[in-house]
């Protein structure tokens, strides 16, 4: 769980109003990076072979504005794997291709509080998956993207992805050989997920071809943009390309909120007040509706598999930038702002 003495002593800002000027918004994000690139927390992942060879020193921090501002620090545009990332970007897709109750229906929006390819969690709720973020419900998810052949769907997950990133995003072969070398369990969870009849297709390709939506190549820098489309209603903040509705949007970051973190993601809620998706590569993305995306790249990670620096560095740009969509203040200060108060009512 996310260690709140990391960042408490940071002042919160509310969450009304809009962001402040660019250039202290830049100054934010370099001092949050800064602060906690010397963090030594948690450990790189290692059970897909080739993410245990990732520098642990590496840390990015990146935040993209709903205007386009853009701000970068550190290790901001050194590419890794999305991973389950991917997970939230497809689940957009899906709504926008079948609609808000279809997607419902097949996969449901409740958090398991259990593992992210819990095995247990599918079978208590006779093969529904819960949410679209554990592992069992994006592989459902995954298997509503539109095309006759797993080609034609993997096709339209990466061109999907990249209009939310606004450029070309592209396999990471190294990264996916070595997931489809040891997703036992994921073929496990297809299997599982075909014997409930919530799974139409073969199983092995549809997991194939999530596999491969996990490996694509991704910066702190792309998913910034990618939280900050979310972020504004679905337009793309670089690019200006409206990627999917506003109303997809709403429905993705509700989901995204409950399930997000997996089964610390109340404790994230509580404390950082954003909907956050994390992966195991080290990347995690959080949006502030209306204002934009924050993303981190670090790859030693809690228990949970949250990156441990982009938890912190997140939590520190949700209180100093007035992200957290909790916090608020009186609209005004003075007597004037509602009309007259009940009758025995003081100001506190």
């Not at 497809?90 to 109750?101: D, K, N, P, R, T």
């Not at 790859?299 to 560095?313: C, H, I």
């Amino acid at each position: 769980m996310l260690d709140p003495v990391a960042w408490l002593d940071v002042p919160q800002e509310v969450s009304t109003g809009t962001l402040p000027g660019w250039e202290r918004v830049d100054e934010i994000v370099r001092e949050a990076h800064a602060r906690y690139a010397g963090e030594r927390g948690g450990r790189v992942a290692d059970y897909i072979p080739v993410l245990a060879e990732v520098d642990p020193e590496l840390f990015g921090l990146a935040v993209i504005e709903v205007g386009g501002g853009v701000h970068d620090a550190g290790d901001a545009l050194h590419p890794f794997s999305i991973q389950s990332i991917s997970k939230m970007f497809v689940y957009a897709l899906a709504i926008q291709e079948h609609g808000h109750e279809r997607v419902r229906d097949i996969v449901g929006v409740n958090n398991t509080g259990l593992a992210f390819n819990s095995v247990v969690a599918l079978e208590l709720n006779e093969g529904h998956p819960r949410n679209p973020m554990v592992n069992a419900g994006a592989i459902a998810t995954t298997a509503l993207m539109p095309g006759a052949t797993a080609v034609e769907q993997w096709e339209r997950v990466r061109e999907g992805l990249s209009a939310f990133a606004g450029r070309p995003l592209s396999l990471d072969g190294e990264v996916y050989a070595s997931e489809a070398a040891s997703n036992d369990r994921n073929r496990a969870l297809g299997w599982l997920l075909k014997s409930y009849g919530r799974l139409a297709g073969d199983p092995d390709q549809i997991v194939d071809v999530y596999t491969r939506q996990c490996a694509l190549s991704v910066t702190a820098h792309d998913l910034a943009v990618m939280g900050a489309t979310l972020a504004d209603g679905g337009v793309n903040p670089i690019t200006g390309e409206r990627v999917v509705t506003a109303d997809v949007c709403r429905d993705t970051l509700a989901v995204v909120a409950a399930s997000g973190l997996y089964e610390n993601s109340g404790d994230w809620l509580f404390e950082i007040g954003l909907p956050a998706k994390s992966g195991v590569a080290g990347g995690i993305v959080a949006v502030s509706p209306g204002k934009g995306a924050a993303a981190g790249f670090s790859p030693r990670l809690d228990d949970a598999g949250n990156s441990v620096r982009s938890q912190m560095a997140i939590g520190h740009l949700s209180r100093s930038l007035g992200l957290n969509l909790f916090a608020s203040a009186p609209a005004q200060a003075d007597d004037s702002r509602s009309g007259p108060r009940p009758a025995g009512k003081e100001r506190s």
